[in-house]
């Protein structure tokens, strides 16, 4: 079987329980032998609102997957010369690891999204995509609902594993899109952000190594968040 390679990417700042919950849910239902965080530069529909500086966020996931024998965090955005989207991001790994078989895990929210994204029928054609909704995603909607917004060639490709079901081990000859529901993520980095600007506790919120990062650092305090800023970028994912 080919080794089986998870790719989280997104802004992180900062990383929280949340993040590290639902990688460790994706890891053990799809079997992965590596999942990548891979923080972004600075996103391209974030360019609105200031960002922690690449090297705190990089720096936080290094020190919130430490523990974790499966995960590793990429640098392969924050080193990029250009920044990258999404299927670019993902070509470049998948060009490094030839015999991969990579799942790029989106939320919910992205995903209602994806056909706005670049080479979206690319990215949907060529890559396994898990759906990373909260328990109860789209119980009130039908599949059809969830996934209309999908060309007709990826719709045939849905493979429904809300209820905390498992998909096969054996894996499929191509490319899947999977829903599922597998963790409650309670958090959110506003959250977090909001709670360090305030003074207040952030212990349970992200891990502890996170948590003393913050406090050396003075990250998000009085709205100072070692920010780098960068021009506007035309286009989205």
């Known amino acids: ?6 790719v989280y990417g997104g802004t992180f700042d900062p990383v929280h329980t949340g993040h590290l919950q639902v990688a460790q849910a994706v890891c053990h239902a799809f079997a992965l032998d590596e999942f990548l965080f891979v923080p972004a530069f600075i996103p391209p529909h974030k360019r609105a609102r200031q960002i922690s500086a690449p090297h705190h966020r990089y720096a936080m996931l290094v020190l919130a997957t430490m523990s974790e024998t499966t995960m590793r965090v990429s640098p392969v955005e924050i080193e990029a010369p250009a920044r990258p989207y ?8 998948q060009a490094a690891a030839p015999q991969s078989q990579l799942f790029f895990l989106m939320g919910a929210d992205s995903f209602a999204e994806v056909t706005t994204w670049r080479e979206h ?29 999908l060309p007709s060639s990826a719709r045939a490709r849905v493979v429904d594993l809300r209820g905390g079901l498992e998909p096969d081990s054996g894996g499929f000859a191509v490319p899947r899109v999977y829903l599922t529901d597998y963790v409650a993520a309670g958090v959110a980095s506003t959250q977090v952000r909001a709670a360090a600007r305030q003074g207040g506790q ?3 919120l992200v891990p502890a ?13 009085n709205n100072e968040r070692n920010d780098c800023s960068e021009p506007n970028h035309s286009s989205v994912h």
Do not use: Q
């Open 1 to 6: 079987m080919r080794p089986r390679v998870g």
């Open 86 to 93: 999404t299927i670019e991001t993902l070509a470049r790994l």
């Open 121 to 149: 029928e690319r990215l949907l054609n060529e890559y396994d995509i898990i759906v990373a909704g909260r328990p109860g995603y789209g119980e009130r909607a039908t599949l059809t609902d969830l996934t209309e917004h």
């Open 202 to 204: 952030v212990s349970e």
């Open 209 to 221: 190594a996170v948590a003393d990062y913050l406090a050396k650092y003075g990250l998000y305090r």
